[in-house]
């Protein structure tokens, strides 16, 4: 069964049913279950004997976009002398449409069958739509092989509002008139056609829907016409602010950047004299470490020869003092800057404009902090160290090689 295209006949049956609609050749249970009926709101339009209406219309149901195209023609109910009740027909598409010229064809032939098959002296037969006796148009099925996109067309917004046009209703004028009329439903839910004078006077004396002849209708397209310059200049407006904008956001940011690579470029040559200067602090440190080692061995040395341990001790409490202030002053390596805290100082917000950047720069720092925390020599330490080592080991040397009438002064009474 085929759902994209499909007729609904539908009429007003008096008590119980009242109006009903059913649907043929297509459909599916989901449209079926959300489509508006197509009921006539008879305190604003109405059908008089020998009277017909078109329509046209919008409708979103089932998950499918709908136009439907649809003749209502005058027909009574059974027992009953109720004005403005009806038979009529729908030829309903679902995201397409086909040629304006076939589908008035195939919907004025499925009507004509329609009456001829369910009326009897204008009155309707049936009690229900699910009744009604229908027969299939011959180009029904040519209707799948000519069908076209409906562009720029909402049907998910309504707008509860109706235009009746009091034109000529032949298939050659209401050919015209539905090509158009697809542009005005951007403004109308449903627009009705019909060439009956006095279902135009009904209308217009209602006033609940708006009514115009056909060049009210020429002049409601060229007012929407009007309407759709005027929202492509907004449009493209808002498009050529949003451009502006967009080449300021990027003069800015390329600047912020920028600037950001120069501060990291002058921060890269500072630390890069500051590691080239703590290089040769390092060297210099190694010196005084062979120097003071040097100086060690000259006591030892005089020691041996001359024995005069007081002197030895002084001479080298001296070299240690001098040593322990010059390491003291030269230990400490300068920590170098790092890029990312030059970001985040000339930024405004650096968690939002650069949600990385701050993890980055902790991380960075606190690597840092603890391989400072877990190693750090201390120079004086270790020449204590090594001091209080050599001087055992003098000590040793002393008591082993030095003359006999000298020992005398180092042995305990």
């Known amino acids: 069964m085929n759902s994209t295209y499909f007729f609904s006949a539908f009429g007003t049956f008096g008590n119980p049913n009242g109006f009903r609609q059913s649907f043929f050749l297509g459909g599916n249970k989901a449209i079926a279950k959300e489509i508006r009926t197509f009921d006539l709101k008879t305190d604003a339009i109405k059908l008089f004997p020998q009277t017909s209406i078109y329509s046209i219309r919008k409708d979103y149901a089932g998950g499918s976009n709908l136009i439907s195209?649809?003749?209502?023609?005058?027909?009574?109910?059974?027992?009953?002398?109720?004005?403005?009740?009806?038979?009529?027909?729908?030829?309903?598409?679902?995201?397409?449409?086909?040629?304006?010229?076939?589908?008035?064809?195939?919907?004025?032939?499925?009507?004509?069958?329609?009456?001829?098959?369910?009326?009897?002296?204008?009155?309707?037969t049936v009690n229900h739509s699910d009744q009604f006796s229908i027969h299939k148009p011959k180009d029904f099925d040519k209707i799948g092989f000519n069908v076209r996109e409906i562009d720029d067309l909402s049907f998910t917004q309504g707008s509860n509002s109706y235009l009746v046009v009091y034109c000529e209703t032949n298939p050659a004028q209401?050919?015209?008139?539905?090509?158009?009329?697809?542009?005005?439903?951007?403004?109308?839910?449903?627009?009705?056609?019909?060439?009956?004078?006095?279902?135009?006077?009904?209308?217009?004396?209602?006033g609940i829907?708006?009514?115009?002849?056909?060049?009210?209708?020429?002049?409601?397209?060229?007012?929407l016409h009007e309407e759709r310059i005027r929202e492509i200049k907004n449009a493209i407006a808002d498009l050529e602010r949003e451009k502006e904008s967009l080449k300021d956001e990027r003069t800015k940011l390329l600047e912020?950047?920028?600037?950001?690579?120069?501060?990291?470029?002058r921060r890269h040559q500072e630390n890069g004299a500051k590691i080239k200067?703590?290089?040769?602090?390092?060297?210099?440190?190694?010196?005084?470490?062979?120097?003071?080692s040097g100086k060690i061995d000259e006591v030892i040395k005089s020691l041996t020869s001359d024995g005069k341990v007081e002197t030895a001790k002084k001479r080298?409490?001296?070299n240690k003092r001098s040593f322990a202030h010059i390491i003291n002053q030269n230990k400490n390596i300068e920590s170098i800057s790092p890029f990312s805290?030059?970001?985040?100082?000339?930024?405004?917000?650096p968690k939002n404009n650069h949600p990385y950047a701050k993890d980055i720069a902790e991380f960075h720092s606190s690597g840092r902090n603890n391989e400072n925390k877990e190693f750090r020599p201390d120079g004086f330490k270790i020449a204590t160290v090594i001091l209080a080592l050599l001087l055992v080991g003098v000590l040793i040397l002393c008591c082993m090689w030095m003359p006999k009438e000298y020992s005398v002064v180092f042995t305990i009474p």
């Open 69 to 124: 195209y649809s003749v209502y023609t005058f027909a009574k109910e059974q027992n009953s002398d109720r004005g403005g009740t009806f038979i009529g027909s729908g030829l309903l598409f679902a995201g397409k449409v086909a040629s304006e010229s076939l589908i008035i064809n195939t919907l004025n032939e499925f009507q004509d069958h329609l009456e001829k098959n369910n009326l009897s002296d204008s009155i309707i």
């Open 174 to 206: 209401l050919q015209n008139f539905f090509s158009q009329a697809i542009e005005l439903l951007n403004v109308y839910d449903t627009i009705y056609f019909t060439q009956s004078h006095e279902i135009g006077e009904f209308v217009r004396q209602k």
């Open 209 to 223: 829907f708006r009514i115009v002849d056909a060049n009210g209708f020429k002049k409601e397209l060229e007012n």
């Open 256 to 265: 912020d950047l920028n600037r950001q690579i120069a501060q990291n470029e």
């Open 277 to 292: 200067e703590s290089k040769s602090g390092i060297e210099f440190i190694r010196k005084e470490y062979d120097q003071y």
């Open 316 to 318: 080298h409490q001296e």
């Open 341 to 349: 805290s030059s970001v985040a100082r000339n930024q405004g917000n």
